[in-house]
């Protein structure tokens, strides 16, 4: 038996609250690291002492291992629990802690070690008769002999690292003439993430479904699965909405794909929590495709479906206990289904986004879902139908140091249509605002017929942005939300403003609004006593009364005489309204003058906040539009800025690996004449 009592989360955000509060409950103490960004994240008020590692970006913070250990030290913790992501699917880090006489709440090293390196996990694999798709596991690494190899296996595929996971590292390859620089930007983004830039080569199964296997091992010997989690909802390899039981596949299916997980666990002295990740073809063939050694961003749902707290059995596993459950007492009930909040922009790319999160009140969706009586023979403790994990606070600022989800939102309900219906629910009813999310994009998916119908492969998600399918096209906000924003922007208060709420001295005002590039004219009448206001849009009057917010910020708004609730705020800056998991931000224009295209043409500017990852000109250099100039990356995503037109670069602000700030000046260019009108790309 392994004995401790103190627990460093090596880890940030959504993750280390989660395994704080089991610890907490097991009677554990806590212990949590933080960078300089995360000073005032959650995680770090919610656990008894916190370690500063200094630093903003991974690599000065939760990727040091001496760092790690030495706040380990520091604080008496005598066990790890390394999360998702960062360290912990890092061998070095596993056998570091154990070295320093740590518990590591995971796997051996050597089981990390042999499924880390995917082209191996794929070899040992074989050898225990777990199918794999066909690809190139070799040694080998030039570009030459990855083109060689790519005209055997045939296109599309996809170039992967054989390290870390998470969608770093991996581009999808359509063509020949595609692969180097596919190859390139896989080994730039694999070494700065993983330290290790080897790929391999994988023939891609189009419209394929990835449905995983959760497994737990403990070190006397015994495996079990837990069941299946369809991913097939994905962006960019990256998953957006994960669920238990997969409606693709059968009993059969799920019988022989668990056996196979098992088998894969037990080739490598597997113990702790890990998922094995298949694809299943059009034909219903599963495929090996890895193994994460380490507890995964979508275990709430399986979670839900058992009733099993997953982070416990961890715990329990580490010190040295056998399973709680042997394979034949595990049961599943009901439907659950997870959804990841991103702060990015689903009707612009995808672009992360960052900034002050002006609100964040999960504790409405929360109190929604909480348990029915029990129904049907289904125990009430298994139908809490509504778990919102977050690393966020209001208040708080979401860099763009690290991962952009900032939340998840799982739901259970007693079969798929009900839990789809609760996760609509739940995600209209924890908008967040200050900064754009893709709650939206997510409502919608919820509801878009072939999801509804269980329907979609790993494809569909990007194959609707490259058509602009509806569900990528930002939903434009009703006349009733621009009433409701002048409304909210023109309540009296004592002081008489230049701009912003009217003066209570002022008995009507006409302002002018934009919203997404629409600006509008609203003239407001403020009425006697409680009695509201009374708006002018176009040829229409509306009689509005808002009432106080209550403590979730949402308030009862009166329309013409029709009551609602609603979420609306005005943060100093813009008023925020929100309607069916969309918010739309209203703002007073500038009064300043706007810089021309010209003006605006003569410098590459940094689109969100973010890291320097490659500068591709040099003062001196002459461009021509469309020429890439320098690459930004925010949240594992990177942004190329390409030049505007033709010119000569005369200034170059940045080198790889700068911090920048959102709209900061990168490079500079010197515009040929004829080009001096013309707009930016």
């Known amino acids: 038996m392994s004995v401790f009592h103190k627990i460093l989360i090596a880890n940030r955000g959504e993750i280390a609250s989660r395994v704080i509060r089991t610890a907490r409950t097991l009677g554990y103490r806590t212990v949590a690291i933080y960078s300089e960004p995360d000073a005032d994240s959650p995680h770090v008020a919610l656990a008894d002492a916190a370690v500063t590692l200094g630093g903003q970006t991974a690599a000065e913070s939760y990727l040091r291992i001496d760092a790690v250990l030495a706040a380990a030290a520091r604080t008496g913790a005598d066990a790890v629990h390394p999360g998702y992501g960062f360290l912990s699917e890092r061998a070095d880090f596993a056998q570091a802690c154990v070295d320093a006489g740590l518990v590591f709440i995971g796997p051996p090293a050597a089981a990390i070690t042999a499924m880390g390196d995917k082209a191996g996990a794929k070899r040992r694999m074989l050898a225990a008769s777990v199918p794999c798709v066909p690809g190139y596991l070799g040694d080998d690494q030039s570009d030459a002999a990855f083109i060689e190899q790519a005209n055997v296996l045939g296109y599309p595929l996809l170039v992967k690292a054989v390290a870390g996971g998470g969608g770093r590292g991996m581009r999808l390859v359509h063509a020949g003439h595609e692969l180097v620089d596919a190859l390139a930007g896989a080994r730039r983004e694999a070494a700065s993430a993983f330290g290790d830039g080897t790929l391999m080569l994988e023939r891609l199964v189009t419209d394929g479904r990835h449905i995983e296997i959760q497994v737990f091992a403990d070190a006397h010997g015994d495996v079990v699965h837990l069941g299946e989690r369809d991913c097939s909802a994905q962006r960019r390899r990256q998953k957006v909405i994960e669920e238990s039981p997969s409606p693709f596949i059968d009993a059969q299916m799920r019988e022989t794909m668990g056996r196979d997980a098992v088998a894969a666990a037990r080739a490598v002295g597997y113990v702790g929590a890990g ?103 289904v125990p009430a403790a298994s139908l809490a139908s509504v778990r919102i994990d977050d690393g966020i606070a209001e208040g708080g600022v979401v860099s763009p140091f690290y991962d952009a989800m900032v939340a998840k939102v799982i739901v259970h309900g007693r079969d798929r249509a009900d839990a789809l219906r609760r996760l609509g629910a739940a995600l209209e009813d924890t908008p967040l605002l200050g900064l754009r999310t893709n709650g939206r994009y997510l409502r919608d998916l919820a509801r878009h017929p072939e999801f509804v119908a269980g329907a979609v492969t790993t494809r569909r998600l990007d194959d609707w942005a490259a058509q602009r399918e509806a569900i990528n096209v930002a939903p434009e906000p009703d006349d009733e939300d621009w009433v409701l924003a002048a409304a909210l922007r023109a309540q009296p208060t004592d002081a008489v403003p230049t701009t912003g709420p009217i003066a209570a001295s002022v008995a009507s005002r006409c302002l002018q609004l934009e919203c997404a590039g629409t600006t509008r004219a609203l003239t407001v009448e403020t009425l006697a006593g409680a009695a509201g206001a009374r708006v002018q849009l176009a040829d229409r009057a509306w009689h509005v009364a808002l009432h106080a917010p209550d403590a979730d910020g949402w308030r009862a708004v009166d329309i013409d005489g029709l009551r609602g609730q609603r979420l609306v705020l005005d943060d100093g800056h813009g008023v925020h309204v929100a309607r069916d998991a969309a918010v739309h931000r209203f703002a007073e224009p500038s009064p300043f003058p706007q810089p021309d295209a010209g003006a605006a043409a003569r410098v590459a500017r940094a689109p969100v906040a973010g890291v320097v990852a490659q500068v591709a000109v040099e003062v001196g250099q002459r461009v021509i539009a469309g020429q890439p100039l320098v690459c930004v990356e925010a949240m594992k995503m990177e942004m190329w800025l390409n030049a505007a037109a033709a010119g000569v670069v005369s200034a170059v602000h940045v080198a790889p690996r700068d911090t920048v700030a959102s709209g900061a000046v990168l490079v500079e260019l010197d515009l040929d004449s004829t080009d001096e009108t013309k707009g930016t790309t």
Not at 283 to 302: A, D, G, I, K, S
Not at 306 to 315: I, K, R, S
Not at 337 to 358: C, H, K, M, N, S
């Open 275 to 377: 998922t094995v990740e298949f694809i299943v073809d059009d034909q219903r063939r599963h495929f090996f495709l890895e193994m994460n050694t380490r507890l995964q961003v979508e275990h709430p749902v399986t979670e839900c479906v058992t009733g099993l707290d997953l982070v416990e059995w961890q715990l329990r596993v580490a010190a040295g206990e056998a399973l709680p459950l042997r394979q034949d007492e595990i049961r599943w009930t009901g439907h659950a289904i997870e959804a990841r909040l991103y702060a990015e922009d689903p009707y612009d790319g995808f672009t992360p986004q960052t900034g002050r999160v002006a609100h964040w009140r999960p504790a409405r969706a929360r109190r929604a879902g909480r348990a029915d009586a029990g129904t049907q023979g």
